[in-house]
């Protein structure tokens, strides 16, 4: 069974500094990982994912992640925030054939000026 | 604009009554779901449908209900028998409901009890 776990639930930081969400997953098969936004009061919308070939995946907004194997991880980073970044990541997991996606507990992350 | 609407935005349920939460897209896909969103907690999978008049419970399927006659549209149903039912309930849709694609999301329907 796909499980995915969240390090921290909140991660405040300043404006233009970098920032690191953690994710980690356990499966027993090939994975998909994916990571979606969510602003306040609205779905959720996707900001990248890892399907196969180079692990290093990025979005239009500047963030990227890195698919690990070995340590199960699929961490998400910005070299430079913006306070518009201010939102909760969901990092979630897809295996096998069926579009069942385990989705982690959340990161809120705050973007302080 | 391609997308998923849900309604009402806002709903209000009295005891011993059911409610049902609409969503509906024009995305021409396939498959459609309902998570459920706690505060802190991560979404949890209600119900999903892969093809029309056909669907699979999810992780925390009791005390709802959905049904699947049309392509465009998926309702869910919150019965009285869901005795904790206030929270923030997402429909997405994606192509086809495999592992790897892309799952498209509604704004939500936020659901209190009265």
């Known amino acids: 069974a796909q499980s995915v776990t969240q390090l921290d639930s909140q991660v405040p930081v300043f404006e233009e500094a970098p920032v690191e969400l953690r994710c980690n997953y356990s499966?027993?098969?090939?994975?998909?990982l994916f990571w979606y936004v969510q602003y306040p009061n609205q779905g959720l919308q996707l900001l990248l994912k890892?399907?196969?070939?180079?692990?290093l995946v990025e979005s239009i907004n500047g963030f990227e992640a890195e698919f690990n194997k070995s340590q199960t991880s699929f961490h998400l980073r910005k070299p430079s925030v913006h306070i518009s970044d201010t939102a909760e990541y969901f990092c979630?997991?897809?295996?096998?054939?069926?579009?069942?996606?385990?989705f982690g507990d959340g990161t809120t992350l705050t973007v302080k000026p | 604009d391609g997308g998923i609407t849900q309604s009402p935005k806002y709903l209000f349920r009295k005891e011993g009554q059911n409610v049902t939460l609409s969503c509906e897209q024009n995305?021409?896909?396939?498959?459609m779901y309902w998570y459920r969103q706690d505060p802190g907690q991560g979404l949890r999978l209600i119900y999903y449908?892969?093809?029309?008049?056909?669907?699979q419970k999810g992780d925390i399927a009791e005390g709802y209900s959905v049904s699947r006659e049309k392509k465009e549209s998926f309702p869910l149903t919150v019965t009285s028998a869901q005795k904790n039912p206030t929270a923030f309930y997402l429909c997405?849709?994606?192509?086809?409901?495999?592992?790897?694609?892309?799952?498209?999301f509604g704004p939500g329907t936020r659901l209190l009890v009265l």
């Open positions: 997405a849709s994606s192509v086809q409901g495999l592992a790897q694609e892309t799952q498209y």
């Open positions: 995305l021409n896909h396939d498959a």
């Open positions: 979630a997991v897809s295996e096998g054939n069926a579009g069942k996606s385990t």
């Open positions: 499966s027993s098969v090939s994975v998909y």
């Open positions: 890892y399907l196969s070939g180079s692990t």
């Open positions: 449908s892969q093809i029309v008049n056909d669907f």
